[in-house]
């Protein structure tokens, strides 16, 4: 497994019309995955708990595995 790090903006809508931030801010996620797309699966579920949003994946980068938390965004 390695550590992936994800870049993302969070989104009100399905169409990423309406963001969900006030002020520009940099949403990252950092999770150990066998695949860059499971390693996205899990990002939008840890972004979205307990919202309703929608994600757009802006960037992937290696990450640390200390910096992996499975539970909250950065």
Do not use: H
């Amino acid at each position: 497994m390695e550590a992936f790090l994800i870049y993302y903006l969070q989104y009100k809508d399905e169409g990423l019309r309406l963001p969900y931030w006030n002020t520009k801010q940099d949403f990252s996620c950092c999770v150990m995955a066998e695949t860059m797309d499971e390693a996205i699966e899990k990002t939008k579920k840890i972004a979205t708990k307990g919202k309703d949003s929608f994600i757009k994946i802006m960037g992937v980068a290696k990450g640390k595995v200390e910096w992996a938390n499975e539970d909250a965004p950065l």
